[in-house]
């Protein structure tokens, strides 16, 4: 089996623009990995294996961040049911991305740090003299993690035109964006459901800020609040400054003491990039909240 998101696949990608034919495959795969139809990767030799991932990339990364959300655990899916059946093609991507792997009768062993520095939740395993061991199952979900969080942190760029045209069409395809007027799940926004998928080192704190006010606009008791904030910490890439839980939470209580429901403190800040991003989404954090409650 190849995987189209390993190293050896980026050694083969080409930097080229998608023929018709491709961007057309590519739109019926995203579009049934969305609706998880997909049973499998598309069947291709290496290097179209690859540049269909490539596209699929570009296509997705121009769709709002629900469909993103939706194709990047459907894609994983697929991913962990190759890793669950082909232990040869599954160790070789673990050790690309754990150089330290070892087998340990039954099981593995990954190095605490390389595993931490990954950002994995250490509930899965349990640690032994620095070293973590994994069951093959736990590596299984420790690679779809990955691959979801690699599908999520796609940059958003200016696509070319077949491409924006791709994007657009599977978005209005597959994705319905709020009835304008219907009442607005704040912590279901494209904006806040990107925050929600991690912020970079220096935008962590305006993300908390976003999320905490979603949190308190949608009426989530503190409890649950403070779930949404520490998932919130995981998802964040860490930096060479962290950005702890306590951090996250303080910013959740500065929130919730305040009663602050509206994102217009946000004008200015790096949320306000990621929310210029999304489509049809109601939020207006320039102007007075008219006809939409809760915001
Ligand atoms: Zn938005």
């Given at each position: 089996m190849f995987l189209p998101f390993t190293q050896k696949a980026r050694e083969v990608a080409l930097h080229e623009m998608p023929d018709s034919q491709r961007i057309e495959s590519c739109k019926t795969f995203i579009a049934s990995v969305v609706r998880e139809e997909?049973?499998?990767?598309?069947?291709?030799n290496p290097e179209d294996a690859v540049k269909c991932y490539a596209t699929c990339n570009a296509i997705i990364s121009g769709c709002p961040f629900p469909l993103q959300s939706r194709f990047s655990k459907g894609y994983a899916r697929l991913a962990l049911n190759v890793f669950r059946n082909d232990a040869e093609t599954t160790l070789d991507y673990a050790k690309e991305l754990f150089p330290s792997l070892l087998a340990e009768g039954e099981d593995f062993s990954i190095n605490l740090f390389e595993f931490l520095n990954s950002e994995q939740?250490?509930?899965l395993s349990q640690v032994r003299s620095g070293k973590v061991i994994l069951a093959y199952e736990d590596i299984c979900y420790v690679l779809s993690n990955l691959v979801v969080r690699k599908l999520m942190s796609l940059p958003s760029i200016d696509l070319p035109s077949p491409l924006k045209t791709a994007a657009e069409s599977l978005t209005a395809e597959l994705y319905q964006p709020p009835a304008?007027?219907?009442?607005?799940n704040s912590l279901s926004l494209q904006c806040v459901e990107k925050v929600k998928s991690g912020m970079p080192e220096g935008q962590r704190y305006y993300g908390s800020l976003a999320l905490a006010i979603a949190c308190h606009a949608d009426g989530l008791n503190k409890k649950d609040a403070e779930g949404v904030m520490l998932l919130y910490v995981k998802a964040c890439q860490k930096g060479s400054n962290s950005f702890t839980d306590r951090e996250a939470i303080a910013c959740m209580d500065w929130v919730y003491t305040r009663g602050i429901s509206s994102f217009?403190?946000?004008?200015?800040?790096p949320f306000e990039a990621i929310h210029s991003k999304c489509i049809g989404c109601p939020l207006r954090l320039g102007e007075r909240q008219v006809g939409i409650r809760k915001l």
């Amino acid at each position: 089996m190849f995987l189209p998101f390993t190293q050896k696949a980026r050694e083969v990608a080409l930097h080229e623009m998608p023929d018709s034919q491709r961007i057309e495959s590519c739109k019926t795969f995203i579009a049934s990995v969305v609706r998880e139809e997909a049973r499998e990767f598309l069947h291709l030799n290496p290097e179209d294996a690859v540049k269909c991932y490539a596209t699929c990339n570009a296509i997705i990364s121009g769709c709002p961040f629900p469909l993103q959300s939706r194709f990047s655990k459907g894609y994983a899916r697929l991913a962990l049911n190759v890793f669950r059946n082909d232990a040869e093609t599954t160790l070789d991507y673990a050790k690309e991305l754990f150089p330290s792997l070892l087998a340990e009768g039954e099981d593995f062993s990954i190095n605490l740090f390389e595993f931490l520095n990954s950002e994995q939740d250490p509930s899965l395993s349990q640690v032994r003299s620095g070293k973590v061991i994994l069951a093959y199952e736990d590596i299984c979900y420790v690679l779809s993690n990955l691959v979801v969080r690699k599908l999520m942190s796609l940059p958003s760029i200016d696509l070319p035109s077949p491409l924006k045209t791709a994007a657009e069409s599977l978005t209005a395809e597959l994705y319905q964006p709020p009835a304008p007027g219907s009442k607005v799940n704040s912590l279901s926004l494209q904006c806040v459901e990107k925050v929600k998928s991690g912020m970079p080192e220096g935008q962590r704190y305006y993300g908390s800020l976003a999320l905490a006010i979603a949190c308190h606009a949608d009426g989530l008791n503190k409890k649950d609040a403070e779930g949404v904030m520490l998932l919130y910490v995981k998802a964040c890439q860490k930096g060479s400054n962290s950005f702890t839980d306590r951090e996250a939470i303080a910013c959740m209580d500065w929130v919730y003491t305040r009663g602050i429901s509206s994102f217009r403190s946000l004008r200015g800040t790096p949320f306000e990039a990621i929310h210029s991003k999304c489509i049809g989404c109601p939020l207006r954090l320039g102007e007075r909240q008219v006809g939409i409650r809760k915001l």
